[in-house]
């Protein structure tokens, strides 16, 4: 099983990243023979189309051929065991919420409680902004510096 789904992974990378790797071996030996580069931009740009999917496809491709990876998928965003999947395959709103609900309560843990000092300007200590200005000096022609 593992076997197969490295096979089909480096296929994939293969597949995916001969038009850019043939494009720059290409213009390499061109360069050294100096012969005229191919420069077609439709065809960079279809190559690097290929890379950006080769970025995509595979944790599809891990989805669709590991159940050991859909686990820790899914431990990694703290669903529920049980999620409820509809007969499309999309997670159901108790699960996308439980998801986010989550990640609040972790947000809400990792972030300090700050004292506004808008409304309370004497809260966590006796100063406010409106003290902290610097001093202005004047230069010998009478124009202030900054």
Partial sequence: MVVRMLLVVVIV??????????LLV???FATLLNKKK?????????????????SAIKP?????MSGKFRRAFHKLLRCPRTAAIGNSG?????????IFSS?????????P???DLKTDPGSSNDMNIS???EPVQEDSYGQTEL
């Fill in 13 to 22: 990378f293969i597949t995916l990243w001969l038009p850019y790797r043939g």
């Fill in 26 to 28: 290409y213009n390499s």
């Fill in 38 to 54: 191919f420069m077609d931009l439709w065809f960079l740009m279809f190559a690097k189309t290929c890379i950006y999917i080769n």
């Fill in 60 to 64: 599809i491709l891990y989805n669709v």
């Fill in 90 to 98: 999309s997670v159901t709103a108790s699960t996308t919420s439980g």
């Fill in 103 to 111: 990640l609040r309560k972790s947000l809400k843990k990792s972030t």
């Fill in 113 to 115: 409680e700050e004292p």
């Fill in 131 to 133: 003290s902290f200005k």
